[in-house]
């Protein structure tokens, strides 16, 4: 997205502000595949802009968010939109052939709606179609380390969907649900 200076400042936002595991910056650097100085230049970047903060323990450096900060829930919002699970999910499934639709649905699909509550500790998907369960069990790994919390998916074929005759389709029917975009696919904008 044009207002992050850079893909790693994204992604490493969502790593820190979306997430309840405090990481040092050799951790972010090794979950973000980018060199220590580089994720290191982006900490000190964010810090002077208040919107993390960097706590020593030891020799080692905690990166947390600034929690005093008003403008951090807007931004973690914005992050959890553009770098979060609705992003993650949609880039690990995207390759995937034979889906015809996909969802978040759960708890994370709750919070993004706007419901109050504590932050999901996993992120539920449904993956609607005849896809290859080895490249769905694969890519629900991937999105999870990622992501840092476990990502369960539900495969489900069109005309079970279609009918939702059972009751824990219906309730998913019944609940908040994003959308994942698939490949191909453009989002309107109006």
């Known amino acids: 997205m044009a207002i992050f200076r850079s893909d790693l400042q994204g992604r490493l936002l969502a790593r820190v502000l979306l997430s309840t595991s405090r990481l040092t910056i050799t ?27 960097t706590e020593r323990v030891g020799r080692s450096l ?14 973690r919002e914005l992050v959890a939109i553009t770098f979060g699970p609705r992003q993650v999910i949609g880039d690990e499934f995207a390759e995937i052939s034979e889906v015809d639709e996909m969802f978040i649905f759960g708890s994370w699909a709750v919070r993004y709606q706007g419901e109050s509550g504590r ?24 999105a999870g380390h990622r992501l840092a919390r476990d990502v369960n998916v539900t495969v489900v074929s069109r005309e079970r969907w279609r009918k939702a005759a ?6 998913v029917r019944r609940r908040p649900m994003v959308s994942i975009q698939l490949r191909g696919e453009v989002d309107d904008v109006g």
């Open 62 to 75: 905690l990166v947390v968010p600034d929690e005093s900060n008003p403008a951090l829930v807007p931004l």
């Open 166 to 171: 059972e009751p824990f389709l219906q309730e």
């Open 119 to 142: 932050a999901p500790g996993d992120v539920d998907v449904l993956v609607v179609g005849a896809p290859d369960r080895d490249d769905v069990f694969d890519a629900s790994e991937r």
């Open 27 to 53: 951790d972010l650097a090794r979950e973000l595949n980018s060199p220590v100085p580089t994720v290191h230049r982006e900490v000190v970047r964010l810090q002077g802009a208040g919107i993390l903060l």
